[in-house]
């Protein structure tokens, strides 16, 4: 066999090199051979020749020699091209993309086709092999959606899900992925970092690596930092660096950035004074959390201050991000509320037109989703450039009437069409499929469509749902859902696809189940057990309001447990598969929770019959009996995986940097506020078995009192859970191990049995 060698370019981007390094290094994995990487060809061997003839000179030669006719793509595009051919004699392998990133894509997807690799987001399936083939290639492929991407968001709970816990060696392999799934836009909205240090550092100082931050709330609102803030400032630089040189973009927010997350610092507010906007709502009304009043030109010089900065140090001019006034209202008197808001959208959009005339500007969807109405958000479109503004609408999955549809943007205004998917505790598998491919086609033949994105507030809580929009990203609708499924299960398990397809075709109808908006209303859509005396009421309600949910679980229940039986009878050796293992736990607990949410619903029902004099107090009681104990079997299942673990987290940011004291009772707050309940072990064990315990124990009192007119006074109960979530946050995470670990098969055949008690035919009307 002829020696193969990898011609790069000699000079020129970066990315090229890089697309060089990355062939070299997966050829090395799958053969153990390491290929040479020249810049000049010796004639002699054969060649995988990296670029385009815009880039390579090589390449250059063979067209301007006729010896090939040229590439399919359209140059300064996403397209790729990989082209086999003989020249002189010789096998050449050209990997040519209209830009950097996407010869990067060329690469990974010629180890896909050739030698089956596939690329999640937690590893790799790198098959062994003798030799790759590089003859008998001719593909071209090209993007349906200009801008395809992910947005990083700044809660804190558990590593695998915060952006922001995440070092540099998982951001590099993050980004990585993001290529490989020919993704080509990423956004970091995980607070401001050193921006206001760098900006105004004659008025805002570091703050010390350790205690409280002064800006700091409760909850969500405690911002302390866990890593100094100079040491934040350089890793953002260094992950920023990392995906700029593999050609991706990163919009730069502008405008009225002043947010929960990214705060304006006491300093600034103590030194500069900024006139602040009044407002009518109460969210974000503290003085960090206000809008600095833009009517002032001295206050849109210094946001868009922070914003020139950030790309100074940071970023790039190349495409801009704005949330304008969002979440937030400004006055009772809605055109009031309104010409504020489409004010702020006009100063923002002039002095983009006038420093940055060729970048586009994001106008984020979720103020017009939130607060907008259908007729206040055509009124903002007729009067934004199409020229200069794209709508990033992030919430093209729900369900309320302020949807892309009925805003007017289809076939008249560019936009992008984005899959929201999931508030903060939204962290297991879910997904309202059904409507989102019905969008989607709408998307698909709207040629101003001009993207597709995932926006959740939480990252890799779904791996299904990241292969699903990475695939239609790139070609929409190209599979029918039943396909993907096979398709997921043929690429992650491999040998085990036949019994992972059985499992996900009976586990798809209990995801499709629970979705972010299933209703008008904007409340946060979480299982009842994260907040249960709020979520949990028993104020004198119509049963059938519960008939709806009572009758999907019991649709699905038999598929729970064939999903859960047939998950508890793998072995060992199967479950030390790490895709396997994590899917499974994955794909348990949604099943767990799902089921404990129902089971809420059932009890509500129960409870709004027995106010009603129907006798149901024996059903009741074993409702409540059964989901108390899969409350414990929840907890039980997360303590088994370190996926689901405050402790582990907190050790994987010490093994990074280290940490900050305080921030271990900071990250119990943000886990443990109303928001941000998940799918948290502590959670689950200190917090939602107590919280369940007590309202359980409410419930019984106020039926063996026969007290129908009560159910609404529980204020004994609801002091005693904040009494309980006081000492929760008093144990240190080191002491709440889990106890008394058992294998995970009898975990999962204990939740089976005991979904299968939950009468959801009981009182069916």
């Known amino acids: 066999m002829r020696e193969i060698k990898i011609l790069k370019p000699g000079s020129g981007e970066n990315v090229y090199n890089i697309a060089a390094d990355e062939f070299q290094k997966l050829y090395h994995e799958i053969t153990g051979i390491m290929l040479p990487v020249v810049t000049e060809d010796d004639h002699t061997s054969d060649l995988i020749v990296i670029g385009s003839d815009a880039v390579n000179n090589y390449t250059a030669d063979l067209f301007l020699g006729k010896r090939f006719d040229g590439f399919k793509i359209r140059y300064g595009t996403d397209d790729y091209s990989i082209l086999s051919l003989k020249d002189d004699g010789r096998n050449i392998l050209l990997i040519a993309g209209g830009r950097g990133r996407s010869t990067l894509y060329a690469v990974y997807n010629f180890f896909e086709r050739q030698a089956g690799c596939r690329y999640f987001w937690d590893g790799n399936i790198i098959p062994k092999a003798d030799a790759v083939d590089i003859t008998g290639l001719d593909i071209t492929d090209s993007p349906r959606f200009e801008y395809r991407g992910l947005r990083y968001f700044a809660h804190r709970s558990l590593h695998r899900f915060q952006a922001e816990h995440w070092s540099y060696e998982d951001w590099c392999r993050e980004i ?161 509320n309104l010409r504020l808001k489409l004010y702020v959208y006009r100063r923002i959009a002039n002095y983009l037109k006038c420093k940055h005339p060729n970048a586009p500007l994001l106008i984020a969807s979720w103020d017009l989703w939130m607060c907008y109405s259908v007729d206040e958000v055509k009124k903002l479109l007729s009067e934004l450039d199409p020229e200069q503004s794209i709508i990033f609408d992030y919430t093209s999955d729900t369900v309320r009437e302020g949807n892309f549809i009925n805003w007017g943007v289809v076939g008249k205004f560019p936009w992008i069409f984005g899959i929201f998917h999931g508030f903060e505790p939204n962290s297991e598998i879910r997904g309202n499929y059904d409507l989102t491919e019905e969008r989607l086609a709408i998307a698909k033949e709207d040629k101003l469509c001009k993207g597709l994105v995932l926006w959740p507030e939480v990252s890799h809580s779904d791996t299904f749902m990241l292969e699903y929009m990475a695939d239609n990203a790139w070609m929409p609708l190209r599979m029918s859902m039943e396909d993907r499924v096979v398709k997921y299960c043929h690429d992650r398990y491999q040998s085990m696809s036949n019994v992972m397809i059985e499992v996900w075709n009976n586990f ?21 057990f994260f907040d249960i005396f709020e979520r949990v009421r ?22 729970a447990i064939y999903v859960l039986k047939k998950l508890s009878s793998f072995d060992e050796r199967r479950m030390s598969d790490e895709f396997v293992r994590r899917d499974v736990f994955d794909i348990a607990r949604t099943v767990c929770g799902r089921y404990i949410h129902f089971g809420l619903g059932l009890i509500q029902k129960l409870v709004s019959e027995w106010q009603n004099n129907a006798n149901t107090s024996e059903a009741i009681s074993e409702a409540c009996g059964t989901c108390g104990r899969l409350m414990q079997l929840l907890a039980e299942l997360l303590g088994a995986h370190q996926d689901f673990s405050m402790y582990e987290t907190l050790e994987e940011l010490k093994r990074v940097h280290e940490v900050n004291p305080v921030f271990e009772a900071t990250l119990k707050n943000s886990a443990s506020c109303a928001y941000n309940r998940s799918y948290i072990y502590e959670n689950a064990r200190f917090i939602y078995i107590p919280e369940m315990k007590l309202l359980f124990d409410w419930v019984k009192r106020n039926i063996d009192e026969g007290n129908c007119e009560q159910f609404l006074y529980r204020d004994e109960y609801v002091q005693e859970a904040k009494e309980n979530e006081k000492l929760y946050k008093s144990i240190p995470l080191a002491e709440m191990s889990p106890r008394n670990q058992r294998p995970v098969g009898k975990i999962l055949c204990d939740i089976s049995d005991e979904i299968g008690k939950l009468n959801f035919q009981e009182g069916r009307s």
């Open 176 to 336: 990585d992925w993001i290529l490989k799934k020919r993704l080509n836009l990423f956004m970091l909205r995980i607070g401001h970092d050193d921006i206001f240090q760098k900006a105004f550092p004659e008025i805002v100082d570091y703050p010390p690596a350790k205690g409280k931050l002064p800006e700091s709330g409760d909850g969500l609102d405690d911002r302390s930092l866990f890593w100094p803030l100079e040491y934040r400032g350089e890793l953002r630089k260094k992950v920023l660096d990392y995906a700029f040189d593999r050609d991706l973009m990163h919009p730069e927010d502008c405008g009225t950035m002043t947010h929960w997350y990214s705060r304006t610092p006491l300093q600034f507010l103590d030194k500069v004074k900024p006139k602040l906007l009044a407002q009518s709502s109460n969210i974000y009304a503290e003085q960090t959390g206000l809008v600095w009043d833009i009517r002032d030109n001295e206050n849109l010089e210094n946001y868009f201050k922070l914003t020139e900065t950030h790309i100074k140090e940071y970023g790039r001019p190349e495409l801009f991000h704005t949330i304008g006034l969002a979440e937030r209202s400004y006055s009772n008197d809605r055109d009031e």
């Open 538 to 559: 028993f104020d004198k309600k119509d049963p059938s309001e519960f008939e709806k949910m009572t009758m999907d679980a019991d649709k699905c229940k038999a598929n």
């Open 508 to 528: 798809m109808p209990i995801v499709k189940l629970m979705s972010w908006s299933t209703n008008d209303s904007d409340i946060l859509l979480m299982e009842y």
